[in-house]
C-alpha cells in the first residue's frame, strides 16, 4: 500500500488549502481513511476521518472550517480547509486503516500558516 499526500504549503492565516492523498496497491473503495496531523513539539492529533461508506467526523479544532471527501474513482482522499488559522501549522499525513485495523500511512505535506 502507498500513499501519497500533496498540496501543502505558505498560505496566510483566513486563507483555503486543499490536500490531496492517493492511495494505491490495495482496494480504495472499501477502507476507512483519516487526516492526522503534527506540529512541532506537538503530539499527532486526528484532524478527520472518512469511512468507507462516507460518514465523516472532525476534530473540535477544525469544525466548521475543514471537510474532508473521497473520490474512489480517483483512489484519493481530500482535506479541504479554509479559514486557516498558524495553529493549523503541521505536516499533515493521511492514512488508510484496513478491516482488520491495519494502519498504513505515507509521507506528509507541510502546511504552514502565517499570521
Known amino acids: 500500500v502507498q500513499l501519497q499526500a500533496s498540496g501543502g504549503g505558505l498560505v496566510q492565516a483566513g486563507g483555503s488549502l486543499r490536500l490531496s492523498c492517493a492511495a494505491s496497491?490495495?482496494?480504495?473503495?472499501?477502507?476507512?481513511m483519516r487526516w492526522y496531523r503534527q506540529a512541532p513539539g506537538k503530539q499527532r492529533e486526528l484532524v478527520a476521518d472518512?469511512?468507507?461508506?462516507?460518514?465523516?467526523n472532525y476534530a473540535d479544532s477544525v469544525k466548521g472550517r475543514f471537510t474532508i471527501s473521497r473520490d474512489n474513482a480517483k483512489n484519493t482522499v481530500y482535506l479541504q480547509m479554509n479559514g486557516l488559522k498558524p495553529e493549523d501549522t503541521a505536516v499533515y499525513s493521511c492514512y488508510l486503516i484496513t478491516a482488520g485495523l491495519t494502519y498504513y500511512w505515507g509521507q506528509g505535506t507541510e502546511v504552514t500558516v502565517s499570521s
Open positions: 496497491g490495495t482496494i480504495f473503495s472499501n477502507k476507512n
Open positions: 472518512i469511512t468507507s461508506y462516507g460518514s465523516t
